[in-house]
């Protein structure tokens, strides 16, 4: 199975931050990587799909990349809705497996 | 408006059973994959099990294979997930999700399912 290893696993960051999360995969996905926001009490919403591409209705202050392994999610001015917990999930095979999770706080 | 409504969760005690069913709506569901993903209380996501459009291609997580099948209906637009021989670690929101590597995703608001004595 392909272990999807999330960092970190929280953050407390300040409105205005830039802010990069971090998911390396164990074995290659190409591209099959998503990034999702999960709020309280809240289905998760997709972010990021195929490593680098903006959902519809995203906020362009987000952004996907990738570096080898590595998946990176970058808010760029973070605002007071960003705030939640981020999941990463590898698309490249079953069984499919997330990242734990990042917990994104205001300070 | 697509929509996924799951139901059938409650309280069931350690080594019963329980179907879970997911209505969709507002998309071609026979068109479409569909996967059950669960999230215990407090904890991440744990994709559960996967199944094509035409349930030819059936995928298990090690945690639930030989206890759970996921099944479709494509002429009722609905998803299913039957639930054997369950355990307290079972006990998690379930939601039934159309996943896709290019987009477009969509979830149900999600099913409670509590194992316990």
């Known amino acids: 199975d392909i272990q999807m290893t999330q960092s970190p696993s929280s953050m407390s960051v300040s409105l205005g931050d830039r802010v990069t999360i971090t998911c390396r995969a164990s074995?290659?996905?190409?591209?099959?990587l998503s990034w999702y926001q999960q709020k309280p009490e809240k289905s998760p919403k997709l972010m990021i799909y195929g490593a680098t591409n903006l959902e519809d209705g995203v906020p362009s202050r987000f952004s996907g990349s990738r570096s080898g392994s590595d998946y990176s999610l970058t808010i760029n001015s973070l605002e007071s809705e960003d705030t939640g917990i981020y999941f990463c999930l590898q698309h490249k095979q079953y069984p499919r497996t997330f990242g734990g999770g990042t917990k994104l706080e205001l300070k | 408006e697509v929509q996924l409504v799951e139901s059938g969760g409650g309280l069931v005690q350690p080594g019963r059973s329980l179907k879970l069913s997911c209505v969709a709506s507002g998309f071609t569901f026979s068109n479409y994959g569909m996967n059950w993903i669960r999230q215990a209380p407090g904890k991440g996501l744990e994709w559960v099990a996967y199944?094509?459009?035409?349930?030819?291609?059936?995928y298990y997580a090690e945690t639930v294979k030989g206890r759970f099948t996921i099944s479709r209906d494509n002429a009722k637009n609905t998803l299913y997930l039957q639930m054997t021989s369950l355990r307290s670690e079972d006990t998690a929101l379930y939601y039934c999700?159309?996943?896709?590597?290019?987009?477009?995703?969509?979830w149900g608001q999600g099913v409670m399912v509590t194992v316990s004595s």
């Open positions: 199944i094509s459009s035409g349930s030819s291609y059936i």
């Open positions: 074995q290659d996905i190409g591209n099959y």
């Open positions: 999700a159309r996943l896709l590597s290019t987009g477009r995703d969509y």
